[in-house]
C-alpha cells in the first residue's frame, strides 16, 4: 500500500470512530431521555441530608411522578405537607435563597427539551471543534443543584468537546461537599475538583480555576445551570472562527422555589448601566436587525452576562483575565465586556445554544456593600476615561480603589480604543444620564423662570408632564436629548399623543418619541415632533402640549449642549 492510501485509510478510521462514538453518545442521551434516568432517592443514597424530603412521604401526599421533567415547574403545596416537611422546605429556603428542597424532589439527571431554531443542528455539526474546559464555581452550592449542573453538561455535550469540568470549591463549610462530593464526581472521568484554602470570592476563584484548566477554549458556568442540547457546539464555533470574540448563550430563566425553566422567546442584548456599571437588558436596536441575515445569526452584543460565556484561552490572557484587584463578584462581567470590544474583540449572543440559570433574589450591589463599589471604580478610572466620573466610587469617596497602574499599563500595552469609540461603534443606543447632545434643565423662554419637570414621579406614564420653577438640582429636572431623537429622563421618554405631552417607556422604533431640536446662534430654539409640530406649554394646567408652530415664546426653549452626535461606524464583519 502506497504512503498516499495509508494515509487516506488512517483518516478513513478516525472519520469513522469520531461518527461512532458520537451516534453512540447521541443513542446514549435519548435513552436517558426517554427512560427518566434515575428517581430522586437514588441520587442521595449512603449520605446524610437532616433536610432531604421524605420521598415516600411525598410521593403519596403530593402524587410526584416524574418531578421536573423536561423542565417543569415542582409546586409543593405546603398546607399539605407534615409539620416537619414544611419546616424543612421553609429552612431551605431561609438558609439558601432557593428552595433545595424542593431541588432535592428532582433527579440528578433530569431531561430538557431540544429548543434549537430551525437550523440549528445542521449549522453547528462540525466535528473537528477545539476542546472546551467548563470552569464552576461553588461555595456551599446545595448538592442537587451543584451535581445537575455537572450532569447536564456531561448529558448534553459531544464528549470529545470536553476536555475538563474544573469543579473549584471556594471553601465550602458544608461537609456534604467534601468527601461525599469527591466520591460521587469519581464516577466521571473528565470531572475534577480544585479547592480553596480560604475564601477567594467568584472572581479570584474562577482565575483559580483557569489556571487549572488546559482546553483552548474555556467556559466560565455559574453552579445553578442547566444546559440544554447542543448548548456548547454554537459557542465553540465562533471562537473557532475568530478566537477574540467571547461568546454567550440564551440565558433561560430556572425558578428558584419550582425549579420549572422559563423559556425565553423576547430576544433582548445587555448593555452597561450606569452608574452602577452592571449590565442592564435592551432591545435588538435596529441596526443589528438590519445586520443579521438568519435568526440563528449571532447577535452582537455591548455587554454581556457573567454566568456563563465562553473565551480562548489565548484571548483571555491577552486581555489580563478578571481584574485580580477586584474583589468578591460583581462587574467583573462589565470590565470583561468593555475591554474586550475597546481591545479589538468582539461580543456575541448566540441564539443557537441555550442554558437555564438561576438568578437569586439577593442582589449585593443594591445593598452597596464596598467591594462592588470597589469593582465599578476601578473599571470606571481604567477603561472610561472622562465618562468615569459617571460611575459610582469614581472618586473612591464610598471605597479605596486600590492600585490600578498595572490595568492602565496593561490598556495601554494592547493599544485599546477610547471608551468615547466604545459608545459610539458598539453602542451608539447606550444612554447615560447627563450625557445627552444636550442636557440639563430645559426651559421655557416665554415662562422665562419655568422647566420641564418629572413632577409625578411614580405616576408619570398616566400623567402630562408639567412646568415646574427652576431650581438648579437637576435630578427631575434633567432631561436629555439622544442620537435617537428622545428626550429622555432615565427609560422614559417624552410621546407626542393627541392630547398633552405624554411619559413612555423609551422604545427606538416609536415615531411618536422622535423629537428635533436645532437652536440659533443665541442658544434657544423650538422643538419639533416627528409630526412636524411645535413643543408648547398650556398655560392654564402648565403642562405640555404640541401645536402649529408660530415662533411664540412659549415654543421656544433653552437646553445646555453638551456634545457632538456620536455616529455608528462598526464594521459589518468580523
Known sequence: MSPLHRKISTLLFVLLLTLTCNYFWVARRMWKRVTCVSKPDSDYNHIHFPDIPNMTLLESVLGLKQPGAN????????????????????????????????????????????????????????LNLPE??????????????????????????????IKEVILVDDASTDEV?????????????????????????????????????????AVFMDAHCECFPGWLEPLVTRIAENDSIITTPMIHGVNPLNFGVTMTTNIRLQWVSFPELRFAWMNVPQREKLRRKRPTDPYRSPAMVGCVFAISRRWFRKLGQFD?????????????SLKTWMCGGGLELVPCSNVGHMYRPNKYYDSNPPFFSRNIARIANVWMDGYNVFARNHDGALADVGDISDRLKLRRDLHCHSFEWYLANVN?????????????????????????????????????????????????????????????????????TTGPVAMAICDEGEMKQKWRYDPSADGHGPVVSASGLCLSVDTTQLILITETCNGNGLQLWRWRKRREPRTWKLKNSM
Open 428 to 496: 451608539p443606543e447606550s444612554y447615560i444620564v447627563g450625557d445627552g447632545i444636550y442636557t440639563g434643565e430645559v426651559r421655557n423662554v416665554g415662562l422665562g423662570t419655568f422647566c420641564i419637570d418629572d413632577t409625578y414621579g411614580s405616576k408619570r406614564l398616566v400623567s402630562p408632564i408639567a412646568l415646574f420653577t427652576c431650581h438648579g438640582q437637576l435630578g427631575n429636572q434633567l432631561w436629555d436629548y439622544t442620537e435617537l431623537r428622545e428626550i429622555k429622563n432615565f427609560m422614559f421618554c417624552f410621546q407626542e
Open 177 to 217: 461537599l467534601k468527601e461525599p462530593l469527591k466520591e460521587y464526581v469519581s464516577r466521571f472521568r473528565k470531572v475534577q475538583i480544585v479547592r480553596a484554602e480560604s475564601r477567594q470570592g467568584l472572581i479570584r476563584a474562577r482565575m483559580m480555576g483557569f489556571e487549572h484548566s488546559t482546553a483552548p477554549v
Open 132 to 161: 472546551t474546559s467548563v470552569i464552576i464555581i461553588f461555595y456551599n452550592e446545595h448538592w442537587s443543584v451543584l451535581l445537575r449542573t455537572v450532569h447536564s453538561i456531561m448529558d448534553n455535550t459531544p464528549p470529545h468537546l
Open 324 to 336: 485580580p484587584g477586584m474583589e468578591v463578584w460583581g462587574a467583573e462581567n462589565t470590565e470583561l
Open 71 to 126: 423542565g417543569t415547574a415542582v409546586v409543593v403545596d405546603v398546607k399539605k405537607l407534615p409539620k416537619e416537611e414544611a419546616e424543612k422546605f421553609q429552612r431551605s429556603i431561609e438558609e439558601r435563597e432557593y428552595s433545595s428542597y424542593t431541588s432535592s424532589l428532582i433527579p440528578l439527571q433530569r431531561s430538557l427539551p431540544d429548543v434549537r431554531l430551525q437550523g440549528c443542528y445542521t449549522l453547528y455539526s462540525d
